[in-house]
Antibody, heavy 115, light 107 residues
Framework: EVQLLDSGGGLVQPGGSLRLSCAAS????????MSWVRQAPGKGLEWVSS????????YYADSVKGRFTISRDNSKNTLFLQMNSLRAEDTAVYYCTKTIVGVNWGQGTLVTVSS | DIQMTQSPSSLSASVGDRVTITCRASQGIRNDLGWFQQKPGKAPKHLIY???SLQSGVPSRFSGSGSGTEFTLTISSLQPEDFATYYC?????????FGGGTKVEIK
């Protein structure tokens, strides 16, 4: 059974940093692209970033480009999202998903950017 | 960037009704489209891939159709557990883009 466990969210001040993790199990992690999708409170879904199975290709939404970095450790079956220069508008639940199609989703981790 | 226009943004329906939700892409995306269902406080659930293929375990009352720029999600007979918000997602090109969502409420 595919399982994705998101973690690392919390309260951070504007301009601060946070690193999200997604622990994957139940599939050959290195064979699949992975993505992060977020959802601001009461709003719709927004794609944030994707990474290829090898980690050699990465893609970002314009809203986070230059501030967020997606990466993966295939030896540990873990996906990461390093978030720097955080803004109030980054406040959201962040989900990791398997593939860019979003076949499976983590439970989400809440990031709150506030002073 | 490809814009996904989803309609309606909300609808009220009764159990047993046939419900149709539409997503229009600002340019052709072949059949690179998926549909998701989200209930309050929960992660989205993948329903349809490649515009018309049913994800394993999804009830057959859900169906998808379309190609190019216009896509439809149909629920043939609405059940109580189907009241939720539905989203489309295009994955033809980056940046990936979601539709704005359709909230299906009880009439």
């Amino acid at each position: 059974e595919v399982q994705l466990l998101d973690s690392g969210g919390g309260l951070v001040q504007p301009g601060g940093s946070l690193r999200l993790s997604c622990a994957a199990s139940g599939f050959t992690f290195s064979s699949y692209a992975m993505s992060w999708v977020r959802q601001a409170p009461g709003k719709g879904l927004e794609w944030v970033s994707s990474i290829s199975g090898s980690g050699g290709s990465t893609y970002y939404a314009d809203s986070v480009k230059g501030r967020f970095t997606i990466s993966r450790d295939n030896s540990k079956n873990t996906l990461f999202l390093q978030m720097n220069s955080l803004r109030a508008e980054d406040t959201a639940v962040y989900y990791c998903t398997k593939t860019i199609v979003g076949v499976n989703w983590g439970q989400g981790t809440l990031v709150t950017v506030s002073s | 960037d490809i814009q996904m226009t989803q309609s309606p943004s909300s609808l009220s329906a009764s159990v047993g009704d046939r419900v149709t939700i539409t997503c229009r892409a600002s340019q052709g995306i072949r059949n690179d489209l998926g549909w998701f269902q989200q209930k309050p406080g929960k992660a989205p659930k993948h329903l349809i891939y490649a515009a018309s293929s049913l994800q394993s375990g999804v009830p057959s009352r859900f169906s998808g159709s379309g190609s190019g720029t216009e896509f439809t999600l149909t629920i043939s007979s609405l059940q109580p557990e189907d009241f939720a918000t539905y989203y489309c997602l295009q994955h033809n090109s980056y940046p990936l883009t979601f539709g704005g969502g359709t909230k299906v409420e009880i009439k």
